[in-house]
């Protein structure tokens, strides 16, 4: 079973900056794509950022673009999303989840459909 957990979340002012971070289990880290979503309060899940299985492609989503960088270190297991100059629209629960597929496929890497397992969550509060 596939396990992933979240942290680095907190409270932050605007203009400020958080790192989180997810730890996976199992021996198959690093032949996923793997991504973070948000969701905030009583708002639908949104994606935020993708990454390929060796690291050499990301994706965002407009909101983010430029502020967040979405990285992985294949050797510790471990993704991670640095947010900078975080705004109060960034306030939401993080989720990181894994893509469901390890081959090609035409599967949307930014639709939260195509992930099969999930993290907890981690809140990330931004204050204006």
């Known amino acids: 079973q596939v396990q992933l957990v979240e942290s680095g979340g907190g409270l932050v002012q605007a203009g400020g900056s958080l790192r989180l971070s997810c730890a996976v289990s199992?021996?198959?880290?690093?032949?996923?794509?793997m991504g973070w979503f948000r969701q905030a309060q009583g708002k639908e899940r949104e994606s935020v950022a993708t990454?390929?299985?060796?690291?050499?492609?990301?994706a965002y989503s407009d909101s983010v673009k430029g502020r967040f960088t979405i990285a992985r270190d294949n050797a510790k297991n471990t993704v991670y999303l640095q947010m900078d100059s975080l705004k109060p629209e960034d306030t939401a629960a993080y989720y990181c989840?894994?893509?469901?597929?390890?081959?090609?496929?035409?599967?949307?890497?930014?639709?939260?459909?195509?992930?099969?397992?999930w993290g907890q969550g981690t809140q990330v509060t931004v204050t204006s």
């Open positions: 989840a894994r893509f469901k597929y390890t081959y090609s496929t035409s599967a949307p890497s930014m639709n939260p459909r195509n992930y099969d397992y």
């Open positions: 199992g021996r198959t880290f690093s032949t996923y794509r």
């Open positions: 990454i390929s299985a060796s690291g050499g492609t990301t």
